[in-house]
């Protein structure tokens, strides 16, 4: 079973930045795809950002676009978020997530999770 875990999440004012990053504990990480996902207060969780496994290929929302960056680092097994220009409407709980798709962003292709990290900007 894989277990995984975020850790940086906090408190940021609009127009900051911060980095969250998950670690994965299982011995096969170079072969997982990785994706965080969010879920703001009163809403449905969605899609952030994708990383393939060998991070030669990255997906990312149109509404973090040009703002995040996913990265990883599979000596670590480590996949991390950059979260830069951050405005109100990013405070969610941030999940990673583990797939042994390619790369995906739809929820259902992940199934490993992590517990989430709590991110909340302040306007």
């Known amino acids: 079973q894989i277990q995984l875990v975020e850790s940086g999440g906090g408190l940021v004012q609009a127009g900051g930045s911060l980095r969250v990053a998950c670690t994965a504990s299982?011995?096969?990480?170079?072969?997982?795809?990785m994706g965080w996902f969010r879920q703001p207060p009163g809403k449905e969780r969605e899609f952030v950002a994708a990383?393939?496994?060998?991070?030669?290929?990255?997906k990312t929302a149109d509404s973090v676009k040009g703002r995040f960056t996913i990265s990883r680092d599979n000596a670590k097994n480590m996949v991390s978020l950059q979260m830069n220009s951050l405005k109100h409407e990013d405070t969610a709980i941030y999940y990673c997530a583990a797939s042994d798709r390619y790369i995906s962003q739809q929820s259902p292709d992940f199934h490993s999770w992590g517990q989430g990290t709590q991110v909340t900007v302040s306007s």
């Open positions: 299982t011995r096969r990480f170079t072969t997982l795809s």
């Open positions: 990383i393939s496994k060998s991070a030669d290929f990255t």
